[in-house]
């Protein structure tokens, strides 16, 4: 990478502005899933380590809107993130602004200090310019550790590097690292799995991998839309009709490299307890029934074709595995990638839903990656560059 890490500067004693991304799930005040704290943590103790005057954290939560909402307060963060740091973690109720300057003010030497949600200002989302100009009052060096916000040019990401010397975080070097060597020198066979509901917002990215890789496997939802393409009947199961003209010409493109399913796991509802049966993805599906899940022949033969690779880059569930009944094809998957990476092959997870499922099936530590960011790493999947990682400081 031409751009400057956290490593390339000196931080002891200054004022380090980190961009992390805390946007955590939420049951009321409890966070549900602490993976993107747990995530940020390298980066922190590597900053701690350098003897920094401050670190002060900035992050969103959700989509306020550009206002205050109660729900959407990074407040719980702060302790969680205390106790995984060891370290005190202090907060203040607004990201600028006297108070934000007071409580500042009031930390000691080495303080770690968290920010309110930057999203209750308009100013994050429109990236202005004054807004970045504030936040960036807080630092002398800003660090970005926020991959999961790298495809957005937001003011605490991209406008705040306007005025301070801006390095990668570990977490963005690392999911850097992972995604743009995957894409621009794969060790092959290099296969791509793509998966869950819809084509419509996967049509990029396909093609773009179709570019790359020796063989794209599509399930999930997704594949009904190139069986629907096709002609065969999928009764009740989710087909995007406005989508069937993009896959006919996907499939015409993409020849022998894109592998659909060869059976398919029916069902007469969208139901964990609906009857259901495994047809050929030579049959048409019966009316009243739909497609939720890929079969075990195809576990099989993705399998196969996963087996040999010495890249996977995987995206999106093999079919609705919220639902146990319909979890065994994602869960299958998840095991083949776990197999091949034992043999020595790079497997990276996009975030987000394939991310849930690998962790879910407990096999998240016997794949390499699992990214952060689930739209950012689609959009680098794309081959698009990202304002976040543009935004860096080149070495
Ligand atoms: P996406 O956000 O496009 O990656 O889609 C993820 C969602 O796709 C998950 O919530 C899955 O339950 C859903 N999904 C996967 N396969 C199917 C299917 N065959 N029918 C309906 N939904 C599906």
Same mark, same amino acid.
């Given at each position: 990478?031409?751009?400057?890490?956290?490593?390339?500067?000196?931080?002891?004693?200054?004022?380090?502005?980190?961009?992390? $991304?805390?946007?955590?799930?939420?049951?009321?005040?409890?966070?549900? #899933?602490?993976?993107?704290?747990?995530? !940020?943590?390298?980066?922190?103790?590597?900053?701690? %380590?350098?003897?920094?005057?401050?670190?002060?954290?900035?992050?969103?939560?959700?989509?306020? &809107?550009?206002?205050?909402?109660?729900?959407?307060?990074? !407040?719980?963060? /702060?302790?969680?993130?205390?106790?995984?740091?060891?370290?005190?973690?202090?907060?203040?109720?607004?990201?600028? %602004?006297?108070?934000?300057?007071?409580?500042?003010?009031?930390?000691?030497?080495?303080?770690?200090?968290?920010?309110?949600?930057?999203?209750?200002?308009?100013?994050?989302?429109?990236?202005?310019?004054?807004?970045?100009?504030?936040?960036?009052?807080?630092?002398?060096?800003?660090?970005?550790?926020?991959?999961?916000?790298?495809?957005?040019?937001?003011?605490?990401?991209?406008?705040?590097?306007?005025?301070?010397?801006?390095?990668?975080?570990?977490?963005?070097?690392?999911?850097?690292?992972?995604?743009?060597?995957?894409?621009?020198?794969?060790?092959?066979?290099?296969?791509?799995?793509?998966?869950?509901?819809?084509?419509?917002?996967?049509?990029?990215?396909?093609?773009?991998?179709?570019?790359?890789? #020796?063989?794209?496997?599509?399930?999930?939802?997704?594949?009904?839309?190139?069986?629907?393409? &096709?002609?065969?009947?999928?009764? $009740?199961?989710?087909?995007?009709?406005?989508?069937?003209?993009? !896959?006919?010409?996907?499939?015409?493109?993409?020849?022998?490299?894109?592998?659909?399913?060869?059976?398919?796991?029916?069902?007469?509802?969208?139901?964990?307890? /609906?009857?259901?049966?495994?047809?050929?993805?030579?049959?048409?599906?019966?009316?009243?029934? &739909?497609?939720?899940?890929?079969?075990?022949? +195809?576990?099989?033969?993705?399998? &196969?074709?996963?087996?040999?690779?010495?890249?996977?880059?995987?995206?999106?569930?093999?079919?609705?595995?919220?639902?146990?009944?319909?979890?065994?094809?994602?869960?299958?998957?998840?095991?083949?990638?776990?197999?091949?990476?034992?043999?020595?092959?790079? +497997?990276?997870?996009?975030?987000?839903?394939?991310?849930? !499922?690998?962790?879910?099936?407990?096999?998240?530590?016997?794949?390499?990656?699992?990214?952060?960011?689930?739209?950012?790493?689609?959009?680098?999947?794309?081959?698009?560059?990202?304002?976040?990682?543009?935004?860096?400081?080149?070495?």
């Amino acid at each position: 990478m031409n751009k400057m890490t956290v490593r390339d500067i000196e931080l002891r004693g200054k004022r380090v502005l980190v961009r992390v $991304d805390f946007n955590v799930p939420l049951d009321g005040n409890t966070i549900t #899933d602490t993976t993107r704290i747990r995530a !940020a943590l390298p980066t922190l103790q590597y900053i701690l %380590g350098c003897e920094p005057q401050a670190v002060i954290l900035m992050s969103h939560l959700g989509r306020p &809107q550009g206002e205050r909402v109660a729900e959407l307060s990074l !407040a719980p963060v /702060a302790p969680a993130l205390a106790e995984l740091l060891r370290h005190d973690v202090a907060f203040t109720d607004d990201c600028i %602004g006297s108070e934000a300057e007071a409580a500042l003010n009031a930390l000691p030497r080495g303080g770690v200090i968290l920010l309110e949600n930057t999203r209750f200002h308009p100013g994050e989302s429109k990236n202005d310019n004054q807004f970045a100009a504030k936040l960036a009052e807080h630092g002398d060096v800003f660090v970005n550790d926020a991959f999961g916000t790298a495809h957005r040019a937001h003011a605490s990401n991209v406008g705040i590097a306007a005025h301070l010397t801006t390095v990668a975080g570990l977490l963005l070097e690392k999911e850097i690292n992972y995604l743009a060597t995957a894409l621009e020198q794969p060790q092959r066979p290099f296969v791509a799995i793509l998966g869950g509901a819809k084509v419509s917002g996967k049509i990029d990215v396909i093609d773009a991998l179709l570019g790359k890789v #020796d063989r794209l496997l599509v399930g999930g939802g997704m594949a009904n839309t190139f069986f629907a393409a &096709q002609g065969r009947d999928m009764a $009740d199961s989710l087909v995007e009709t406005e989508a069937l003209d993009s !896959a006919r010409n996907i499939l015409d493109a993409a020849g022998a490299k894109l592998v659909l399913p060869v059976d398919q796991r029916i069902a007469n509802a969208f139901r964990d307890d /609906a009857a259901q049966e495994l047809i050929a993805a030579t049959a048409d599906v019966p009316a009243g029934w &739909q497609s939720l899940d890929i079969g075990p022949a +195809t576990v099989a033969a993705f399998a &196969q074709v996963i087996q040999v690779a010495k890249t996977v880059v995987w995206n999106g569930p093999m079919g609705v595995f919220e639902m146990p009944a319909f979890a065994a094809g994602t869960v299958g998957l998840a095991r083949a990638l776990a197999d091949v990476t034992a043999k020595g092959a790079t +497997t990276i997870i996009g975030g987000g839903d394939s991310a849930a !499922a690998v962790e879910q099936a407990g096999l998240a530590a016997r794949v390499s990656h699992i990214s952060t960011g689930g739209g950012a790493s689609l959009e680098l999947l794309e081959g698009k560059a990202l304002p976040g990682i543009i935004a860096l400081s080149d070495l």
